[in-house]
């Protein structure tokens, strides 16, 4: 079974400039959640969608926004970018069936602001 | 608001050799999920073990296991014959149980602690 995929893995902006991001979960995993990790602020949770709808968000402002689609698959789009959206942006999937509890990541996206 | 403290950023520790990393908490719910992973340099978090929080015997897995304290809410990881694979970033995290809710797929991290294993 594969596992979580995002892509791009790395990309580079500039201020002002707007980015998107793509997440597949794993199959059959309707649950998909957002991270940011950064060395300063650690690992902070943006937000989960599942069955196409935002359940959670995280304390971010409205630069920051998501979707998912009817097969699970998940993007996250940060508008005006600033310097310290620098970070490395990880998704999550999950199956929700059973609240076991566990997550399974993906190796991450890492974007660089310039 | 439900927080996580790691108060070792860096730890290391000889091959073969055992080790334990620290994490408390903080929360005023009763029923709760308490996990370590693992971010190697490749970055892609793993999950190395989990525990229930009304359980109150401690997991383990192969050489992972966890001294988990409820009243003190305490969780710490003990690594017993550490290998040069097990050198990687290590976090501790709190999720809500329950079903539904608001917090199916948030986790509250820790800042994470570094451990170094030498040959």
């Known amino acids: 079974k594969a596992g979580v995929t995002q892509t791009p893995r790395y990309l580079i902006k500039t201020r002002g400039q707007q980015v998107t991001l793509s997440c597949s979960p794993i199959?059959?995993?309707?649950?998909v959640s957002w991270y940011q990790q950064t060395p300063g602020q650690g690992l902070q949770f943006l937000f989960e969608y599942f069955s196409e709808t935002q359940r959670n968000k995280g304390n971010f402002p409205g630069r920051f926004s998501g979707r998912q689609f009817s097969n699970s698959r998940s993007e996250m789009n940060v508008s005006t970018l600033e310097l310290g959206d620098s970070a490395l942006y990880l998704c999550?999937?999950?199956?929700?069936?059973?609240?076991?509890?566990?997550?399974?990541f993906g190796e991450g996206s890492r974007l660089t602001v310039l | 608001a439900q927080t996580v403290t790691q108060s070792q950023p860096e730890m290391s520790v000889q091959e073969a050799e055992t080790v334990t990393l620290s994490c408390t908490y903080d929360t005023s719910e009763s029923d709760y999920y308490l996990f370590w992973y693992k971010q190697p340099p490749s970055r892609q978090m793993i999950l190395v073990i989990r525990q229930e929080a009304y359980k109150q015997q401690n997991a383990t897995e192969n050489r992972f296991s966890v001294n988990f304290q409820k009243a003190a809410k305490s969780f710490s990881l003990k690594i017993s014959d550490s290998q040069l694979g097990d050198a990687a970033m290590y976090f501790c995290?709190?999720?809500?149980?329950?079903?539904?809710?608001?917090?199916?797929?948030?986790?509250?991290f820790g800042q994470g602690t570094i451990l170094t294993v030498h040959p």
């Open positions: 995290a709190y999720k809500r149980a329950g079903a539904g809710g608001t917090s199916y797929g948030k986790l509250t």
């Open positions: 999550a999937s999950s199956p929700r069936t059973t609240n076991t509890g566990e997550l399974f």
């Open positions: 199959s059959g995993h309707r649950s």
